[in-house]
């Protein structure tokens, strides 16, 4: 290989990791598949040998409504070339996505994120955090399935404790106004 192709292939390898962030089909918003896939790090570290591309310095990932920030990004693949895990780490480390044109992005926030791609699934550790439509989740560390949206939850001490906000549902107008006496 030639030392102009080098640089070709590793953003080659590159680009392939990032591609499969868009694992996200039956989640992320229709539109967000279709959106292109930017990437901006201070660092990039790639062995297509390993399978595996790191990013490193003020690193955000994007596409539609998809976007991770962090101080690092492992992008591990398998050796067919599909990536199996996206390793996020930060103080914290940040994940959004809009599932739904209706609602408010699913946001959660961890030291450390762990996606693993093929059961779409978060597992967030160290301050661990979720917001779900003003509704909060923290932990010392939460598992959270993206499409069923179960979530799993436990903290480490009296001190670090698992605590959840539930925002009360808005009730129709009809409802909550005072009916008149009738006599």
């Known amino acids: 290989m030639n030392s102009v192709d080098a640089p070709r292939r590793l953003a080659a390898v590159a680009l392939a990791a990032i591609f499969a962030l868009t694992g996200l089909q039956a989640l992320a918003l229709p539109g967000d598949r279709e959106q292109p896939v930017k990437v901006s790090a201070d660092n990039l570290k790639a062995n297509r040998s390993k399978n595996l591309s790191v990013y490193s310095g003020n690193v955000v990932i994007s596409q539609g409504s998809l976007q991770i920030r962090a101080d690092r990004v492992e992008v591990h693949g398998n050796s067919k070339g599909e990536i199996n895990k996206v390793v996020a780490t930060g103080t914290p480390a940040h994940f959004q996505q809009q599932v739904k044109e209706s609602t ?39 598992d959270y399935d993206l499409g069923s949206e179960q979530m799993q939850a436990q903290g480490q001490s009296e001190k670090k404790r698992v605590e959840m906000i539930w925002k009360p549902e808005s009730q129709p107008e009809s409802e909550t106004a005072p009916q008149p006496d009738s006599q």
């Open 104 to 142: 408010s992005p699913v946001k959660a926030r961890a030291k450390r994120i762990e996606f693993l791609v093929s059961s779409d699934a978060l597992e967030l550790t160290g301050e661990a955090f979720v917001d779900r439509d003003g509704n909060t989740l923290s932990a010392e560390r939460i």
